[in-house]
């Protein structure tokens, strides 16, 4: 059923502008700017958006206050204005697709558990869900199918891991934790000695310790300690596909874009970035606050607050000036080709003027 403009905009705390529209005919879901139709409601947040809403066909926009006024000039029809466009995008869209109610399964009786597991209580461990020896998993707690959890795992409450995600034996997960499908954590670290012409492993006998109210996404790989711990400090969010290796301590509050690596033993500080493909060396230190951005390749220690880029990485504004240079290079070799024309006409000329050229010689 429609939810009206005005229970939205009394729920959102917006002032409700109908614009053009003679009634208030209700939203049904939400959409982007460009795709949004006459049940949507959508959202403008930046100046630069705002040609947008020309074609925009939305039964509301949801605009930030000191955007309204030049809304209203691109978009006839109703507006909700709100202090913050996106924040109250967000409320609508979770009020327009409530989430779907927790079940309330228990342990199923078609998942492997050992009979040593303690499982708290309101936990659901789904069929084919797969348990082992001595490991404690809290409260609140959803464990998917096919998901493998090894001897020995401590799990806190509230936390959700999704189909097909491996916990090697021995992991430490902290509360609210959310672990997305295929993920693994706790192989061995890609760690060998080169002997007699052959690799020869080294044991990893450490572990993972991830700390409260971490995100990490599907496919992506954490790798145990080779003595001590892999640790993910809390509140870090990890997409999908990225690679920490062994005996990384990673901060408090990082965010890691998808495909990102670092090598066994770096350290990042609180709240560092890092875009898409970054890939960082091992034992570097990343600082409090720094931006590396995407598909830089570092070789060095980061200091903090910084912003890095390119391959090899350094320093955002250096590697602006190389950018701009290495864009002109075509340019500087056509300029250096034809100098060099230049100058070995001079230099005929100068033999020719002094007899001291190849045909000088001859004569």
């Given amino acids: 059923m429609p939810v009206s403009l005005a229970s939205l905009a009394i729920q959102l705390g917006a002032e409700l502008d109908l614009g053009s529209a003679e009634d208030d005919q209700g939203i049904c879901d939400v959409a982007a700017l460009e795709q949004a139709g006459p049940t949507d409601l959508t959202y403008l947040d930046g100046d630069k958006y705002l040609s947008r809403l020309d074609s925009c066909r939305a039964g509301g926009v949801l605009v930030n206050r000191e955007l309204a006024a030049k809304a209203r000039q691109h978009f006839p029809g109703p507006l909700l204005v709100v202090p913050q466009a996106q924040e109250a995008f967000i409320l609508a869209m979770v009020t327009l697709r409530p989430p779907a109610r927790r079940p309330h399964l228990g342990v199923s009786p078609h998942a492997v558990v050992a009979p040593s597991a303690r499982i708290g209580g309101a936990t659901n461990v789904h069929p084919l869900a797969c348990i082992g020896e001595r490991v404690i998993i809290g409260e609140h707690c959803d464990i998917h199918s096919g998901v493998v959890i090894g001897d020995d795992c401590v799990i806190g409450d509230g936390v959700t891991i999704y189909p097909n995600a491996v916990l090697y034996p021995g992991m430490q997960i902290g509360s609210r934790v959310i672990i997305h499908a295929a993920a693994v954590i706790g192989a061995d670290g890609f760690g060998y000695r080169f002997h007699n012409g052959a690799y020869l492993k080294i044991p990893h ?159």
Avoid: W
């Fill in 205 to 363: 006998t450490g572990t993972v310790r991830i700390e409260e109210d971490v995100e990490i996404g599907a496919g992506t790989t954490i790798d145990r300690g080779m003595v001590g711990a892999t640790v993910i400090g809390k509140g870090t969010k990890i997409d999908n596909q990225v690679m920490i290796g062994h005996n990384c301590q990673i901060g408090r509050h990082n965010a890691f874009a998808s495909q990102v690596g670092f090598a066994g033993s770096t350290v990042t500080e609180d709240y560092v970035r890092c875009g898409g493909q970054a890939g960082v060396s091992d034992h570097l230190r990343l600082g409090k606050g720094c931006t590396l951005g995407p598909k830089a390749g570092v070789h060095v220690d980061v200091p903090p607050g910084e912003k890095f880029h390119g391959m090899p990485a350094g320093p955002d504004k250096e590697q602006i000036r190389i950018h701009l240079h290495v864009q002109r290079l075509p340019e500087l070799r056509k300029e250096l080709q034809a100098l060099v024309q230049r100058v070995a006409l001079l230099e005929r000329q100068l033999a020719a003027e002094t007899g001291t050229g190849p045909s000088a010689a001859a004569a």
